[in-house]
């Protein structure tokens, strides 16, 4: 059985940073794609960065490139996103998530409905 568990959020102000982590158990690492996502009340969920299995290839959504790094600590079977220049915009809950599944493009990537194992999320606030 997959878990994942987040844990890193926290509240700070705009230009700030946070490290969320993804700490997963049940398989391993790099036989699993890899994302972070956000959902924000009201909207849906988006993807904000990945790593592809086919490839090992990160991918970003376009408003946090060059802000958001995606990392992975296969030893310790662990995701990271460091987000710096952080923006009130950048607020909403972040998800870990993993499937075992092959893509290579950045739209099947980023794409929420290809995941199916998720963790219980951690809430980022940023204020202006």
């Known amino acids: 059985q997959v878990q994942l568990v987040e844990s890193g959020g926290g509240s700070v102000q705009a230009g700030g940073s946070l490290r969320l982590s993804c700490a997963a158990s049940g398989y391993t690492g790099r036989g699993y794609c890899m994302g972070w996502f956000r959902q924000r009340p009201g909207k849906e969920r988006e993807g904000v960065a990945g790593i592809s299995r086919g490839n090992g290839r990160t991918y970003y959504t376009d408003s946090v490139k060059g802000r958001f790094t995606i990392s992975q600590d296969s030893a310790k079977n662990t995701l990271y996103l460091q987000m710096d220049s952080l923006k009130p915009e950048d607020s909403a809950m972040y998800y870990c998530?993993?499937?075992?599944?092959?893509?290579?493009?950045?739209?099947?990537?980023?794409?929420?409905?290809?995941?199916?194992?998720w963790g219980q999320g951690t809430q980022v606030t940023v204020s202006s």
């Open positions: 998530a993993a499937d075992p599944r092959i893509w290579w493009e950045y739209s099947d990537v980023l794409n929420h409905m290809n995941y199916n194992y």
